[in-house]
């Protein structure tokens, strides 16, 4: 069985068995004028693993890695937004209001889209989620469970909202986890830094982490 030089220890998985889930790599996060910003976000920093995300793609559709992108994203008519969702923080521009990319994290409207080097292949699975964790009120868990997937690699931003939720949804699912390390972004480096490091403490409480350069390095 292929295996990575990962933190806390060597990650093994079956490509058959494997699912790559790139989470929220859209326009909302990553340029100017979506959600990140209306947030308050410096969200230049995002765009810097645009590449290695790409490259972490390429590997895993040569090897037959089933991939899975999620988008955050609301119905039109917000019916999926909670209240408290759409008022916290304040923001200049809610959720649902007019921004230079459409309607801020709306599905269907160009600041939803996954930024385009990014673009999902045809057949890939694409998940539209009302909340920060990927599995909660999606199909994910029905989907992976039905493909007989049992790890799960994953990928996006940001790395301790979206990503760590998703993780530890996944991990109390009884995923075998593993967060690529420089397929990952926060707008706040040491908030990256500190989830890297929770979720590999004490034996892997919440799974592994390694840089892409092990993940491919596992599977030549
Ligand atoms: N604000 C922030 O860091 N993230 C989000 O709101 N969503 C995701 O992480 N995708």
Not at 85 to 96: E, H, T, V, W
Not at 134 to 157: N, P
């Amino acid at each position: 069985m292929p295996e990575i030089a990962a933190r806390p220890y060597p990650y093994s998985f079956a490509p058959a068995g494997t699912a790559l889930v790139v989470i929220d790599m859209q326009r909302d996060f990553i340029e100017r004028g979506g959600f990140g910003e209306a947030l308050g976000n410096d969200v230049s920093r995002l765009a810097a693993i645009v590449p290695t995300v790409r490259d972490l793609l390429a590997w895993a559709r040569a090897h037959g890695i089933r991939v899975v992108h999620t988008r955050e994203g609301h119905r039109p008519d917000l019916a999926d937004c909670p209240p408290a969702k759409r008022q916290r923080g304040r923001p200049a521009l809610r959720i649902g209001d007019a921004g230079p990319m459409g309607r801020i994290l709306v599905d269907g409207q160009p600041g939803n889209d996954i930024v385009p080097d990014l673009a999902p292949c045809r057949g890939e699975t694409v998940i539209v989620k009302p909340g920060k964790g990927a599995f909660y009120a999606t199909a994910l868990d029905e989907m992976l469970r039905s493909q007989r997937i049992t790890h799960l690699l994953l990928a996006g931003v940001t790395t301790e909202v979206c990503v760590q939720t998703t993780m530890r949804e996944a991990n109390d699912r009884g995923y075998e986890c593993l967060l690529v390390e420089d397929a990952t972004e926060s707008y706040f480096p040491e908030f990256k830094q500190a989830t890297l490091a929770m979720v590999h403490a004490q034996g892997g409480i919440v799974g592994w982490t390694a840089p892409f350069a092990a993940v491919r390095a596992s599977l030549p």
